[in-house]
């Protein structure tokens, strides 16, 4: 029970921290919706935790590469523990001192998460005098609340170099994209910089049309998606790199869509409903197309074979009759 209200303080004081910046940042607005996600996926998983905290299962002899892992893994772990609270002290009192600023969230954020993520792999109970078997014990339940915990990394802000910088190169991708499609197909226009210069006025590719909105939210709901529809890790990683593969590709086709509308219409027609909607239409496309490919990344059950169970074959059954 301690442990629990342990994870639900840092959690509760995530929350208060990344509120301020899904209030005043619209690129992050979806962080609202975390805190609910995380809920739901413990309650979802919540007899599995207990499970994993009373019953530990024993796993199978492991690998000689886990061998050697299981042999340096509580060292590994006591050091991400302590730079997580390192960072996750340093974070509060720059946050306390100075107000809300990137840096005191990220740091924030990155400690308070490996401090959760070590202290649980550390407190994980175990029934095996292994120490690699007790390694990969111990990450059963880890991985338990790897979503409910890394999932605050995405609905935190990024640093402000790093998102300048990612959103120039998205600006750029996108501008080359569509200038690349439309002078293919024989259109006249021109490519400035991150503006295209058409017959009826001129497209800039702004920041906030580069991407970073429908990146990160496309990357929550494709965490989301893997953490509550999908068992194996393979297919969860899948999955989330599909929807960030999503992500771009959507907006490359609103990018598209809305200088075909400038083209058609002039350069005041794409202000407003037309740029908004389509904007919030990039997630609606990746979500389907998200729930479109999980079914190839769900293992088929294994059809047994009918002599292994014991139930007669089909050319019995002839004789038979």
């Not at 690129?27 to 609202?32: L, T, V």
């Amino acid at each position: 029970m301690v442990g629990l209200l342990t994870v639900i303080g840092f959690l509760a004081y995530l929350t208060w921290d990344q509120s301020y910046w899904w209030l005043v940042k619209q690129d992050y607005s979806f962080g609202w919706l975390v805190p609910i996600a995380v809920a739901y996926v413990i309650f979802e998983r919540w007899s599995t935790i207990k499970s994993a905290l009373h019953f530990p299962q024993k796993v199978e002899t492991p690998s000689s590469l886990n061998q050697l892992l299981g042999l340096f893994a509580v060292p590994a772990v006591l050091v991400v523990f302590l730079c997580g609270a390192a960072l996750f002290l340093l974070g509060s009192i720059f946050r306390s001192a100075a107000g809300p600023s990137f840096q005191a969230t990220q740091a924030v954020t990155l400690g308070a998460s490996s401090l959760l993520l070590s202290t649980i792999y550390l407190i994980a109970p175990t029934q095996s005098l292994s120490p690699t078997t007790r390694a990969l014990e111990r990450w059963r339940l880890a991985s338990l609340f790897l979503f409910p915990i890394l999932v605050w990394l995405i609905s935190a802000p990024m640093l402000a170099v790093v998102e300048s910088r990612l959103s120039l190169f998205l600006m750029h991708q996108i501008t080359s994209g569509v200038f690349f499609v439309f002078d293919a197909l024989g259109f006249s226009l021109e490519q400035r910089g991150n503006v295209l210069v058409l017959p009826n006025g001129n497209v800039g590719v702004e920041e906030a049309c580069s991407g970073i909105r429908s990146l990160t939210g496309c990357l929550f709901a494709g965490s989301f998606m893997a953490a509550v529809y999908l068992k194996h890790f393979w297919g969860k990683v899948a999955l989330v790199t599909a929807s960030l593969a999503f992500a771009i590709g959507s907006n490359l086709l609103r990018s598209l869509f809305l200088t075909g509308w400038c083209y058609r219409f002039g350069a005041h027609a794409i202000e407003g409903t037309v740029h908004d909607v389509t904007g919030y239409a990039v997630l609606g496309v990746t979500i389907i197309a998200l729930m479109c490919v999980m079914p190839w990344l769900t293992p088929r059950p294994k059809i047994q074979n009918s002599a292994a169970d014991g139930s007669p074959s089909n050319s019995n059954l002839t004789k038979e009759v």
